[in-house]
Nanobody, 123 residues
Framework: QVELQESGGGSVQAGGSLKLSCTAS????????MAWFRQSPGKEREVVAA???????SYPGAVNGRFTISQDTAKNTMYLQMNDLKPEDTAIYYC?????????????????WGQGTQVTVSS
């Protein structure tokens, strides 16, 4: 059974930083695409970063270089470092892994999902 366990969310003031973690069990993260998405009320789930091996796919959009995806293969864990956080970054953040094929920025591409972790940024 595959499980993705997220941690690191919380509340922070604008300009602050948070680092999210996602540890996998029953699946090797480094074997395929992995990604971080976010979703705020009334909006569609959107990708913020994706990675396969050493290849990082950037989706500037709203995060514009402030977020960085990385992984620790020994710990089977992926991370999302978020800097210079803004109130509009407030959302539930999800990690995702294992591509079905298709566009790495599409939620439909991924088989496995974490439960989500809330990030709240106050002004």
């Amino acid at each position: 059974q595959v499980e993705l366990q997220e941690s690191g969310g919380g509340s922070v003031q604008a300009g602050g930083s948070l680092k999210l973690s996602c540890t996998a069990s029953g699946y090797r993260l480094s074997s395929d695409w992995m990604a971080w998405f976010r979703q705020s009320p009334g909006k569609e789930r959107e990708v913020v970063a994706a990675q396969i091996g050493d290849r990082v796919a950037s989706y500037p959009g709203a995060v514009n270089g402030r977020f960085t995806i990385s992984q620790d293969t020994a710990k089977n864990t992926m991370y999302l470092q978020m800097n210079d956080l803004k109130p509009e970054d407030t959302a539930i953040y999800y990690c995702a892994a294992s591509s079905r094929g298709g566009d790495a920025k599409s939620p439909q591409t991924y088989r496995y999902w974490g439960q989500g972790t809330q990030v709240t940024v106050s002004s």
